[in-house]
Nanobody, 121 residues
Framework: QVQLVESGGGLVQPGGSLRLSCVASGDILDIRIFGWYRQTPGNQRELVAIFDNGGDIVYRDIAKGRFTISRDKSKNSVFLEMNNVNVEDTATYYC???????????????WGQGTQVVVSS
């Protein structure tokens, strides 16, 4: 089994910055897709930024120019640097990954439990 654990959420003022982290642990041979989604009450979970199947970075429009995704493959970690945040960025942020496990020798999609980000003055 694999676990994704997010951290770094909290309260931040408009215009401020926040850095989210996600660490994957467990039976991991490889991580193919790795990134961040977010969700607000009553709405669907939406993509924020992700490393896609080919290792390229995909940003949703709302993240372009403000958010930066990065990863540390040696530590099975992915990060989201959020700059110049606004109240519309208030959401629960979820880590998502396609993980290859030895028990299946194939990729399974996993979600973290989420970390709350609140942008407010």
């Amino acid at each position: 089994q694999v676990q994704l654990v997010e951290s770094g959420g909290g309260l931040v003022q408009p215009g401020g910055s926040l850095r989210l982290s996600c660490v994957a642990s467990g039976d991991i041979l490889d991580i193919r897709i790795f990134g961040w989604y977010r969700q607000t009450p009553g709405n669907q979970r939406e993509l924020v930024a992700i490393f896609d199947n080919g290792g390229d970075i995909v940003y949703r429009d709302i993240a372009k120019g403000r958010f930066t995704i990065s990863r540390d493959k040696s530590k099975n970690s992915v990060f989201l640097e959020m700059n110049n945040v606004n109240v519309e960025d208030t959401a629960t942020y979820y880590c998502n990954a396609d993980v290859k496990e030895s028990r299946t020798n194939w990729y399974t999609n996993y979600w973290g439990q989420g970390t709350q980000v609140v942008v407010s003055s």
